[in-house]
């Protein structure tokens, strides 16, 4: 992208979206596979584990669209 002369911004922004908006838009994709996002960045290793248990006990029913990640306003603090 640099040898393109693309802008800084640019760049952060592709960046940003391969990382994280790129994953959840190919949810069609999966199928009928269960997936759990889960912000592990000011959480414990155990308290991860507790989150999974209660997931898996509970049949590993998806979380609605609703309660997904917001990070980028994480990334950037708005």
């Known amino acids: 992208m640099q040898n393109?002369?693309?802008?800084k911004s640019k760049i952060d922004e592709n960046a940003e979206w391969e990382l994280l908006g790129a994953a959840w838009n190919d949810e069609h994709e999966?199928?009928?596979?269960?997936?759990?996002e889960l912000d592990s960045s000011q959480q414990s290793v155990q308290s991860l584990?507790?989150?999974i248990g209660v997931w898996r006990r509970d049949g590993f029913k998806p979380?609605?669209?609703?309660?997904?990640i917001d990070w980028i306003t994480i990334l950037h603090g708005e």
Do not use: C, D, M, Y
């Open 4 to 7: 393109r002369e693309w802008a």
């Open 30 to 36: 999966w199928g009928n596979t269960p997936v759990l």
């Open 49 to 51: 584990f507790s989150q």
């Open 63 to 68: 979380k609605s669209p609703e309660q997904r």
